[in-house]
């Protein structure tokens, strides 16, 4: 009797399944990962507003930093943990939410303002004069004089 030969070899078709499967895993992972981190950014800014409506502003200037560094498309959550962080009076961690934010004069007018007040309450006279200046000339809003 003759031995019939194998039309696959054991180890060549081994290779090939982990290689597929393995690629298939990663693939996998990888779409789940994008979707999570979409969702995350929304889970995040909607705690954020939880917090803030708690009045819980600590809370919610870390998730909304959090949201940003995810989103960094969604200035308004920069501007928003600056909010938070002003009413803390952290004033540093305040100027630098703000200073993301403070040339959008669209989307954000006071930001600028918002800016050279925690440049003052953090001993930053100078360079707070110079963006209180340029934010007065930027400003155009209709209770400006």
């Not at 009797?1 to 690629?23: E, P």
């Not at 999570?36 to 819980?56: C, P, R």
């Not at 200073?99 to 930001?111: G, Q, R, Y």
Request: with cysteine; proline share 1%.
């Amino acid at each position: 009797m003759r031995k019939r030969k194998a039309v696959f070899s054991c180890n060549r078709f081994n290779t090939r399944t982990m290689k597929f499967i393995l690629t298939l895993i990663f693939l996998l992972f990888f779409s789940f990962n994008i979707f999570s981190q979409d969702a995350n950014w929304k889970k995040l800014a909607k705690d954020a507003d939880d917090f803030y409506a708690l009045g819980k502003y600590e809370e919610a200037a870390q998730n909304y930093l959090e949201a940003w560094k995810l989103k960094s498309a969604k200035t308004d959550f920069a501007y928003r943990a600056g909010e938070c962080y002003f009413k803390l009076r952290d004033y540093h961690k305040a100027a630098q939410a703000f200073e993301n934010v403070k040339d959008d004069l669209v989307n954000f007018p006071t930001a600028g303002l918002q800016y050279a007040r925690c440049l003052k309450q953090n001993n930053q006279y100078d360079l707070a004069i110079t963006q209180l200046n340029t934010y007065a000339k930027q400003y155009s809003g209709e209770d400006k004089t």
